[in-house]
């Protein structure tokens, strides 16, 4: 079986030569009744791109999309009677819960001849999209099934998240020499952005062009940044426009001050503003403030199924609402408590409460 990489910046169709990659295999070796693609990320946020393009793809309703960690977690909560006898333990209670622990025995798991086996006949085909996240104990898990399956692999190290230097992945697939590196940029064509993304790829310094897509400029105080940002957005208003802050609203005054302005000022001549701007939220806020919502700041609450039905309109509240309606259609259930995450009597769990150590 072969490892084939891709490497580049943003924008030069890294998962996109992964797709025909796997267009072309399964056309040559399609998939078994008992077979399906398993697709692994680090971040959710490039596993429901990643999920998106697959679902488009021959692949779709045959394929598996996860993030590593939860992979990892997946092949021990299966294997766990096999861990089990090398008297190891794992805490899944989730305020220490080391998922690099999880990790590393999944890879233990994975050095094992039938185990391997097992994971490579049920996936013959595994993707790696931004394996330039994968810290040693991640990479690991690549690393056993190269040679097994066809596996596709796709990273660029200057978004590593983890480290200053080189990553890991980046330097086994260079010892592989398995990578091809793609250098036609296909998202854009304007000059001026390409010279700024290219002075930031190297470290050198941006210099100020005269391209209407891209200016840098000074903004010392927020009323000043916000005068700029209103007066851009103006005519561009009802479209869709984002705004980007390299930080968050509860870590910078500076930020709120500014978004404040935009939302309550009148700038320009003529003028224009105020320009309301609607802050994505991050998971962790709609999370909390789905539990704020229910009351369930204690586990041993008990929530009806109406007051999920009730929560605002929002994404956890659309994933809460089908689970608990998947929930009462199949199991009649209409309350729920924490010792709803276990399966029926006689069925092993599904999801660990948070008290339960998984003994490996």
């Given amino acids: 079986m072969i490892t084939k990489a891709f490497t580049g910046c943003a924008g030069t169709g890294k998962t996109t030569n992964l ?28 596993r429901h791109r990643l999920a998106d393009r697959l679902a488009r793809s021959s692949a779709r309703r045959r394929y598996d999309c996860m993030t590593l960690d939860h992979f990892a977690w997946e092949l021990c909560r299966r294997w766990r009677a096999r861990l089990r006898a090398r008297g190891c333990l794992i805490s ?23 185990v391997l086996e097992w994971v490579v006949r049920r996936y ?12 040693p104990v991640r990479l690991a898990l690549a690393k056993h099934f190269h040679g097994r399956v066809r596996m596709l692999v796709a ?14 992945a980046t330097i086994w697939l260079r010892e592989l020499g398995i990578g091809q ?27 100020p062009g005269t391209s209407t897509s ?55 001549s003529p003028r224009v503003g105020p320009i309301k701007i609607h802050w994505e939220m991050t998971t962790e806020r709609l999370t909390d403030e789905a539990i704020a919502a229910l ?14 039905l009730g929560l605002p309109q929002g994404p956890i509240a659309r994933q809460m609402n089908r689970w608990a309606e998947h929930q009462r259609r199949v199991l009649g259930r209409t309350s729920f408590c924490a010792a709803c995450y276990d399966d029926p009597p006689g069925k092993e769990p599904r999801v660990p409460s948070r008290d339960r150590t998984l003994a490996i």
Avoid at 242 to 265: G, M
Avoid at 295 to 308: H, M, P, Q, R, Y
Wanted: charged fraction near 20%; charge should be negative.
């Fill in 124 to 135: 013959p085909v595994i993707i790696i999209d931004e394996v330039q996240d994968c810290a």
């Fill in 214 to 268: 891209l200016k840098i400029i000074s903004c010392p105080a927020p009323a000043i940044a916000a005068s700029f940002i209103s007066q851009t957005m103006a005519p561009v208003s009802g479209k869709d426009v984002v705004l980007l802050s390299a930080a968050r609203r509860e870590n910078s005054d500076w930020v709120n001050q500014v978004i404040e302005f935009v939302a309550t000022r009148t700038y320009g």
């Fill in 19 to 46: 797709l025909h990659e796997l267009e072309e295999y399964l056309a040559v070796q399609p998939l078994s009744a008992d077979q399906r693609v398993l697709a692994l990320t680090f971040m959710h946020g490039s």
């Fill in 295 to 308: 009351a369930i700041g204690n586990g041993d609450i008990e929530v009806k199924l109406a007051a999920i």
């Fill in 92 to 114: 899944f209670d989730p305020n220490t819960t080391s998922f690099d622990a999880v990790c590393e025995a999944a890879g233990k798991l994975l050095a094992c001849p039938d």
């Fill in 155 to 168: 990273g660029d190290d200057f978004q590593n998240l983890n480290r200053n230097d080189e990553c890991p």
């Fill in 181 to 207: 590196d793609l250098t036609v940029n296909h998202r854009t064509a304007d000059a001026h952005l390409m010279a700024a993304a290219h002075a930031l790829r190297q470290g050198t310094t941006l210099i």
